[in-house]
């Protein structure tokens, strides 16, 4: 079945970076966009980033933008977002998902921390 597994984050200070990596199974990676959300404590889920099949294009949410970068191996199922100059207000639980067809839940999120 469908699945997304995501893991690298953690506690880091302000400036600091982490790189998260998404882990799929059970659908064609190749042919969908793979998409970042976060979800802060009390807030509702927001999308971040997302890139297309091929790798080739991304596209970011304004306050990530020039600090955040989304990549993809296709060979590996796998999607990454690197993120840098990390700030407290990236606290949250970052998710990957891609509405497959038949569709896929959510998964557990890993958490990322950034304070001093």
């Known amino acids: 079945q469908v699945q997304f597994v995501e893991s690298g984050g953690g506690l880091v200070q302000p400036g600091g970076s982490l790189r998260l990596s998404c882990t799929t199974s059970?659908?064609?990676?190749?042919?969908?966009?793979m998409y970042w959300y976060r979800q802060a404590p009390g807030k509702e889920r927001e999308w971040v980033a997302g890139i297309i099949s091929t790798g080739a294009s991304a596209d970011y949410d304004e306050s990530v933008k020039g600090r955040f970068t989304v990549s993809r191996d296709n060979a590996k199922n796998t999607a990454y977002l690197q993120m840098n100059n990390l700030k407290p207000e990236d606290t949250a639980v970052y998710y990957c998902?891609?509405?497959?067809?038949?569709?896929?839940?959510w998964g557990q999120g890993t958490q990322v921390t950034v304070s001093s």
């Open positions: 059970g659908f064609a990676f190749d042919s969908y966009a």
């Open positions: 998902y891609t509405a497959t067809i038949p569709s896929g839940p």
